[in-house]
């Protein structure tokens, strides 16, 4: 069965610093999307992107964030200067109607 | 603020047991809403979803949407120890896009042999 794929599964970086998240959305989908989720916390929404842009993000997603699909298979989350509030679990999903939303793995983002 | 509020348990049954999960919203033009199972440290997987009031069977487990009373619940029935998970119900508010979902604190069920 088609997956959505996350790397790194880990990602220590030090306050600041730049990261990219990666992944690839099951190779049919059209909508893709980006959550997270604080240890111990609800899992919240960040940002839907279609058709090479975005459709609607939420107040988390500032512009320290940016989303960015740079060939036909990959889909990326930026965070430019990260802060140690960005520690979470980062989820890349993936949609072919906007209906069944399938999350991949995540990334785990430590920020130090 | 729309929110979705899920009774965050423990919720423990024995094995074989029908577990019944519950979710309310607040957002009453909410349009679609979803079950989803996370193991501890996976991501979330869907279960079910449900868009009309009523019930809707998928082998043993039971989604029902009552949308006068902005309420949800997941029965699981013949619990099996491997149902024990956080159970996240999701609710895709109205006048926004699909896709994006306002997810409950999530019920933690454990299912005890």
């Known amino acids: 069965e088609p997956e959505v794929t996350q790397t790194p599964s880990h990602q220590v970086t030090q306050m600041g610093q730049e990261v990219i998240l990666r992944c690839v959305p099951i190779?049919?989908?059209?909508?893709f999307y980006w959550y997270r989720q604080i240890l111990g916390q609800k899992v919240e929404f960040l940002v839907s992107?279609?058709?090479?842009?975005?459709?609607?993000k939420s107040e988390i997603f500032d512009d320290q964030f940016s989303v960015e699909r740079p060939d036909g298979s990959n889909f990326t989350l930026k965070i430019r200067s990260t802060k140690l509030e960005d520690s979470a679990m980062y989820f890349c999903?993936?949609?072919?109607?906007?209906?069944?939303?399938?999350f991949g793995p995540g990334t785990r983002l430590t920020v130090l | 603020q729309k929110e979705v509020e899920q009774n965050s348990g423990p919720l423990s049954v024995p094995e074989g047991a029908i577990a019944s999960l519950n979710c309310t919203y607040s957002?009453?033009?909410?349009?679609?809403f979803f079950w989803y199972r996370q193991y501890s440290g996976k991501s979330p997987e869907l279960i079910m979803f449900?868009?009309?009031?009523g019930d809707k069977e998928d082998g043993r487990f039971t989604a029902q949407l009552n949308k006068a009373s902005q309420y949800v619940s997941l029965l699981i029935r013949d619990s099996q120890p491997s149902d024990s998970a956080t159970y996240l119900c999701?609710?895709?508010?109205?006048?926004?896009?699909?896709?994006?979902?306002?997810f409950g604190q999530g019920t933690i069920l454990t299912v005890h042999p």
């Open positions: 999903a993936s949609s072919e109607s906007r209906v069944r939303v399938y």
């Open positions: 190779s049919n989908h059209l909508y």
């Open positions: 992107f279609y058709n090479n842009e975005i459709s609607e």
């Open positions: 957002d009453r033009g909410s349009q679609s």
């Open positions: 449900i868009y009309s009031n």
């Open positions: 999701a609710v895709c508010p109205g006048g926004t896009s699909y896709g994006k979902l306002t």
